[in-house]
């Protein structure tokens, strides 16, 4: 798709800023078709506000999630909405009031647009100190999530075992490393060979199960021995059933996240092994970091010190051009990815 970046108003030339909105829902995965590439008006800045200029957009599950038209954690967008989505950005512009200048780094849900307008407040300022897409990763959501979790619902203890699935994914790479971290025996539920080999050499899981290989179940069953006195789901599904027919006396399941079911419109077959989870006597605690802005900020602290002391690994994917974030969305909840997903675009100044 081609962008016009500039008209002529008055014989002047004038730029213009190009945005994503939702075109049409999919029902299954989403494609370029889904989506409206608009082309928008400079708004003026009052009091206060900044420009933005989006150096980098991260895509996420739960864009897809909100792509449809069903009851979910998060209100769905309407049609000819802005796809939300997570920034890091340049300031370009700041009017009076704005206690940000141009050239400052920020972050902050500014949705897929080359360039938006906020007010200072609301932007989280990027220091030198890290790379800037930890801002993005370690230190946003993925990092965040995980470390919230843990820390509020875990219970981590060592010697104890725990199960990631999407060990490899943005968020499940961090609970593996988090896990580790406080002592536990750690196995991983990924797809794909690739994927486990990243978990266990990569993030120091004990093991990691392939869920798309044959024998997935018996595999789990071996690598559990003792069962899963933890369970760290993220996807939801038959893969989660298999991990919740393993699971030890009085374990400890956290919901994180449902990305197979929170894209099904079948909520009466998510979660279907209640059977063992019931005979066990199991702790089933769902987990949305929204409900936690209070913890955000000692989160991101204390995952800034693991940064500065080198005990997490960040990994992300880089897809280079605006043009190309609804395909790399497709991309990433087709499971083609390892880690977060960052489209760079550095919108024209």
Known sequence: MQAVLYQIVRGMVKKINRRFTLKARPKALPDADHFALEAVDHPDLASGEVRVRALFHALSPWQGQRLKDFANYTKPFEIGELIDGDVLGEVVEAAPGADLAPGQLVTARLGWQDYAVA????LTTVTDEFDPTLWLTALSSPGLTAYTALDLLGRSMPGQTMVVTSAAGSVGGYAVQL?????????????????????????????????????????????????????FDTTGGPTADAVFGNIAKYARVLIVGRTSSNNSDR????????????????????????????????AQERMKELCRENKIHANHNTVNGFENLPQALHDMLAGKFIGKVLVKCEAPL
């Open 119 to 122: 007010k200072a407040d609301m």
């Open 179 to 231: 896990g580790k971290l406080a002592g536990m025996n750690v196995v991983g539920v990924a797809g794909g060979s690739e994927k486990c080999r990243y978990v266990v050499e990569v993030l120091g899981a004990d093991a990691c199960i392939d869920h798309q290989a044959d024998g997935y179940v018996d595999a789990l069953s071996a690598a559990l021995p003792s069962g899963a006195h933890q369970v």
């Open 267 to 298: 909520p009466d077959l998510d979660p279907v092994n209640m059977r063992l989870l019931w005979a066990r006597e199991a702790t089933i605690q769902g987990f949305s970091r929204y409900s936690y802005p209070e913890r955000w900020a000692f």
